[in-house]
C-alpha cells in the first residue's frame, strides 16, 4: 500500500508541474488540443511515477498535500524572490563598481535542517543566488554543516556566517521539510 500511495502522489506531482510547462502553450481556444495534453500528462506522469516514486517518497507519499506546509512551500516563493534579487543587485553592483570589492572563500556554516530533501533545498537557495555556492553538506557529531563559497567573506565564525548566508532561507525551508 506505501507503494501505491508514493506512485499517486508522484503521479499527482509530476502531472501539475506538466500543467504547468504545457498548457500555456496547448492553444488555449482548442478543447482537443488541451485534453490531448492532459491525457498524455497523466500518462507520462504515471509512468515517470511509477519508475521514480522510490526515490522521492521515504515515508508519508502525501507530506506536500499538508495544507500547511503546502501554504508554507507557496508563501516561501516570493521571499526566495526578493532573496533572489537582493543577491543579484548586490552582485551586479560589485561587478560594475570601478574597484571590485570582494573577499571569495569558503565558510561552514551550521544549519538546524535535518531532513534529506530539506537540506537540499537549503543547498540549492544558497547555491541559486549569486554570491554563493554550496560545495559540501556534511554531519558532525549530529550536526548538519554545509560549506560554502561565498563572494564576499566578512567573516570565518561559523555562527555569523551561517546567519548571514542562510538568512531567511532556513525557517521557511524547515516550515515545509519539518
Given at each position: 500500500m506505501k507503494k501505491v500511495g508514493a506512485v499517486i502522489s508522484t503521479t499527482i506531482f509530476c502531472f501539475v508541474f506538466w500543467l504547468l510547462y504545457t498548457l500555456p502553450f496547448a492553444g488555449q481556444y482548442d478543447f482537443n488540443k488541451v485534453m490531448e495534453e492532459i491525457i498524455v500528462g497523466l500518462i507520462i506522469s504515471f509512468i515517470t511515477a511509477v519508475f521514480t516514486a522510490k526515490f522521492f517518497i521515504r515515508e508519508n507519499a502525501f507530506w506536500l498535500f499538508n495544507p500547511v506546509k503546502l501554504f508554507s512551500l507557496i508563501a516561501f516563493v516570493p521571499i526566495y524572490i526578493i532573496e533572489l534579487f537582493k543577491a543579484n543587485m548586490d552582485?551586479?553592483?560589485?561587478?560594475?563598481?570601478?574597484?571590485?570589492?570582494i573577499n571569495p572563500g569558503i565558510v561552514k556554516i551550521q544549519t538546524d535542517v535535518e531532513s534529506d530533501y530539506g537540506l537540499s533545498m537549503l543547498a540549492n537557495c544558497i547555491t541559486l543566488t549569486p554570491?554563493?555556492?554550496?560545495?559540501?553538506?556534511?554531519?558532525?557529531?549530529?550536526?548538519?554543516?554545509?560549506y560554502i563559497h561565498w563572494i564576499d567573506v566578512t567573516s570565518q565564525d561559523v555562527k555569523t556566517a551561517s546567519d548571514s548566508i542562510k538568512g531567511a532561507f532556513e525557517p521557511w525551508v524547515r516550515r515545509v521539510f519539518k
Open positions: 552582485v551586479a553592483i560589485r561587478a560594475l563598481s570601478p574597484k571590485v570589492k554570491g554563493t555556492i554550496t560545495m559540501d553538506v556534511t554531519e558532525e557529531n549530529g550536526q548538519h554543516y554545509m
